[in-house]
Structure formats: C-alpha cells, structure tokens
C-alpha cells in the first residue's frame, strides 16, 4: 500500500488575504519596480500602480459580491480584474473573448451575472442580459490610468467561478476561492523558485486557471514581474523573451510543438532559466528535441481546475527531472487506487508502482462542484481526478491516460455534451457522439459521429462544419464528421463512447505506421 505522506511535498502555510496583503508589501517595499508588462504593447504597470488600480477598480465594481464576467482580453486590464475580484469580495466568471452568442447565452442563463466587462460595448449583447451593467476595456483602462490611492482597503475574499469538464464530459461549476488560489500561487513560487528578480512569460488565456493563478499570482508572491501577451504568437515569441529578459515561461504542449518548427534564434539570454509545460502531457521526444536544440530545460507539471492548477511538478535543474513525468506532488497529498467500478465503490489503493486513478486531497482542492454537491468524484476528502497514472519509487507521478470523456485539444477542456447539444438541435442530425481524435501538434481534435436522417453527402458535412463554426469557438468545431447507421450502445442503451475512440485511434495508429513504412 502507498503511504501518503511520502507524496506530500512543500506544505507551506497561506495566510489569509495573503494576495492583497502580498501587493500591499511590494507596492511598499518596491513601489517602482514592475510587476506587469503587455507583450504587444510594451505598456507596463508598477507594483504601486496596480495597488491605486485595484482600489479603483474596486470602487467601480460596487459594494460586494457581485457576479463579474470578465471578457476582456488577456493583459493589465484584465489581470487587475483577476486581482480586484479576489481581494474585494466578488464573485469572478472569466470568459473567452470574442466567444459565438449560443455560448454566452449559455454562460448567461448558469450564472446571472451583475457586470460585463468587453472590450467592445456590442459585444455584451450576445448576453440577453439587459439588467447588467457593461464596463468596456477603455473604461478599465481609464480607471487604471487616474488611479492614485495606495491608501489600505479593506480585503473580502473573493471567488472565481469556473466551467470545468468531468468525467461524463458534461458541465460542472468549479468555485475557487482567495485563498485556494493564493496556496496554489505559493506552491508554483516555491516550485520554481521565484524571486524579485524573475521575469514571466504567460502566452496562454485568462480564461482558464493557469495563467492567473500560475503566472500572475505566482509572480506577486514572489515580487517579481510577470509579462503578459494577448496570445501565442511563434513569429514574436523569442523577441518577447529577448525585449523583457524572460527568465521563465508557461506554455502548453501544443506551443511546444509549435516552437519546435522554428529556428533556433541567434541569441538566447542566459536569464533564460525553464519553460513550464501544463495542461496536457508532452510527448518525450518533444521534450529532448527542445532541450537540445534550444538548451532550455523543460519543467513538466500536472494541475487541475478542480484545485487551482498545479498539483504536481518536477524540479528544478540541478535537482533530478524524468522525462515523462508530471514530477511530484507539490502542495497536497496524492494516492493511486483502484478505478471504481461503479460510483458507490470504496478507494482503494494499488500496490507500489502501480497504474491506477490518480487522487488528490489538500486545502487548494474544492470539496465539491458547484450546483452539484452529491458528485461522486469526491470520496472522504479525496478528489478522483479520472486520471490514470502511477508513481514510481522516487516519488514521480507517470500519467498513462484518462478515465474520462473530456477532449483535450490544445490544453484546452472541452465537454462533448456540448458539441452534441449543437449539433442536435440541427434538423438533419438524428444522434451525435463528439470524441478526440489523436493529434501530433494539438494532442487532440474534435471529431463528430452523427446520424442523420437523409442521405449522407459531402456536401451535408460541409453544412453541418458551417453550422457548428457559427455556433462555437474554433477549438471546439469538429474537424471532421462520420456518418454511422447508428452509434454504438450497451444494452441499456447508453452510448459506448470509449469505441469511437478507439476507431479514431485505430485510425491515427495506422496512419502513423502507413507514413513511417512509405
């Protein structure tokens, strides 16, 4: 049986409203140092100008809490939004910008908010929400240039409202509150090391956990500077590194796939000290062929949405990294059990260097999800993740697949339901089953099974992509549709999904072998 205090790693103690009290000090200690940096712009902010921001975007916002949907695109607006939020009481629903109106009507009904924040005006309407206040970006923007006060506020504790994927692929609210994030912050600072002098790069959205948490909290912990850009741009990326003195980056996968299809570029500075790797797992030879070609270490880690990001990591150079390895826990305790049979059964842990369900406990991980107090993935303070992984006899995590349903595409979670919703309410499509198919650069893209109720054609698959592309983001459009008779069920008539993923990777499999025998 595993013992589990031997993966309980870096239990640092997290005061409370450790994140205003953290801007506080630095806007003191260091008023004029920088704390973030626009990539694209060059626009930066200092520690004491975020504090004046805060307290002013603060008063804006209103008495506490109140439901804040936070559209903006990805830099200083939206960051002080992320920490006005956290440290005054309000309740923070991030969103993609630039998102189909079917996926803002649907954010709109499940959560009510009191206040949009768009860059654009019209972009708000796609909300139906017409109670709600609208906040544009230059409207933050304005705020954060007058403001002036660094007298103390009192800090609430905040919340941010996430939609994570489960299991099913369906749905499920994830509530983090300040001081969740703020443990998890830490960890990621002690993890790596920061310092006043670290300079972060974040290229990934504001949307999903990591970059908030990982990078810009992380980095005011530490005082350091984080810089922020709107997206992943290959063409830009060594040039931000070279123009801010990056010492260290979060990235995804998918952008290391991406680098890998440069050149090397004739400089690299020497403060250059890792790249950070998340949301997915990273193919080995990926990793060496970065390693090796940009002389950059490569630090693996595992998180979820469930507990603020970062659960697990590998350390640092000189310490020892396996390639392969998510690294070990950092932050909480983590257990591998037997994967349940059915939603009733006990955990029950493997032996020793066994594959099993990866499970998690400690103060950053929620105790349930929202609007779904009885989910099952919640056992006597335990969180199954879905996960399958084993730890090996140095205590690194090895992830080997997942349980669950959900499409990885990218980093990004995407739930099937979701898919399958649009692609029903079509008047042709009878039965749709969303599935990934395996992918080299994205890990994963969207594939539909449907079955319609005509004849099938090119031409109604081409409808059907143009009809999905006008109702969701990009990620989420099925790269390609396959008619079937019918969909594959178990007796009680509910869909075998687990056998269109293997068809796909059946087919990936052979293409794989097909292009490495030509």
């Known amino acids: 049986m595993l013992k589990l205090s031997e993966y309980t790693h870096n239990q640092a103690q997290v005061e409370s409203h450790y ?28 520690y004491a100008q975020a504090l004046a921001a805060v307290h002013e975007l603060r008063k804006a916002f209103g008495p506490a809490p109140r439901r804040l949907l936070l559209a903006l695109p990805s830099g200083i607006a939206n960051a002080l939004v992320w920490l006005s939020a956290l440290t005054g009481g309000h309740q923070l629903i ?35 929400l017409a109670q709600a206040r609208v906040m544009t970006l230059a409207a933050c923007e304005a705020l954060i240039k007058q403001a002036a006060s660094l007298e103390a506020m009192e800090p609430l504790p905040g919340q941010v409202w996430l939609t994570t994927s489960g299991t099913t692929g369906e749905p499920k609210g994830v509530v983090l509150n300040e001081q969740q994030i703020s443990w998890t912050a830490e960890q990621v600072r ?3 090391q920061l310092t006043p002098q670290d300079h972060g790069l974040t290229v990934l959205p504001f949307f999903h956990v990591n970059a908030p948490v990982v990078s810009l909290c992380s980095s005011l912990l530490a005082g350091s500077t984080v810089v922020i850009a709107r997206r992943f741009s290959r063409s830009h990326f060594w040039s931000w590194i070279k123009r801010y003195q990056v010492t260290w980056a979060s990235i995804v996968p998918t952008i290391v796939a991406m680098l890998l299809e440069t050149e090397k570029p004739a400089f690299l ?10 949301a997915a797992a990273l193919p080995i030879p990926d990793l060496l062929t970065f390693e090796v070609r940009f002389g950059i270490p490569v630090i693996e880690t595992y998180g979820l949405s469930e507990a603020a990001s970062q659960v697990v990591a590998n350390p640092l150079p000189p310490s020892k990294r396996k390639p392969g390895s998510a ?20 955990l029950c842990d493997v032996r020793a260097g066994e594959t099993g369900e990866i499970c998690i406990a400690g103060p950053s991980l929620i105790r349930a999800y ?11 303070g335990w969180f199954r993740t879905g996960d399958l992984g084993y730890v090996d006899k140095d205590g690194y995590l090895f992830i080997k697949g997942r349980l669950r349903e959900v499409i990885i595409r990218g ?8 898919i399958e919703e649009v692609l029903l309410s079509h008047p042709l499509v009878r039965e749709a089953a969303a ?29 059907l992509h143009q009809y999905a592309a006008q109702r969701l983001s990009q990620p989420k459009v099925p790269v390609d549709f396959i008619a079937l008779d019918t969909l594959p069920k178990n007796p009680t008539g509910k869909l075998e999904r687990r056998l269109l993923r293997a068809r796909e990777q059946a087919r990936f499999t052979a293409q794989d072998v097909a292009s490495h025998t030509a």
């Not at 980093?411 to 979701?418: M, Q, V």
């Open 190 to 192: 002690l993890s790596h």
């Open 94 to 128: 991030p969103f993609p910008a630039g998102a189909r109106n079917e996926e803002k009507a649907r954010i709109a009904h499940r959560y009510t908010p009191e206040l949009l924040l768009t860059e654009q005006p019209e972009e708000a309407e796609g909300f139906g």
């Open 435 to 463: 599935v990934g198919r395996p992918d080299p650069i994205y890990g994963e893209q969207v594939v539909a099974y449907v079955v319609v109720k005509t004849r099938w054609s090119t031409q109604l698959a081409q409808e």
């Open 370 to 380: 929202q609007h779904n107090a009885s989910a099952t993935a919640f056992q006597d």
């Open 269 to 278: 500075p020497g403060k250059l000290r890792f790249m950070r790797t998340g």
């Open 327 to 346: 690294g070990r826990p950092v932050g909480i305790s983590l257990r591998i059990c037997q994967p349940r049979t059915d939603e009733t059964a006990d």
């Open 19 to 46: 994140l205003y009290k953290s801007l506080c000090k630095w806007a003191a200690k260091q008023p004029h140092a920088t704390f973030i940096v626009e990539a694209e712009t060059e626009r930066k902010l200092s």
């Open 411 to 418: 980093g990004e979670n995407i739930a099937p339901r979701e």
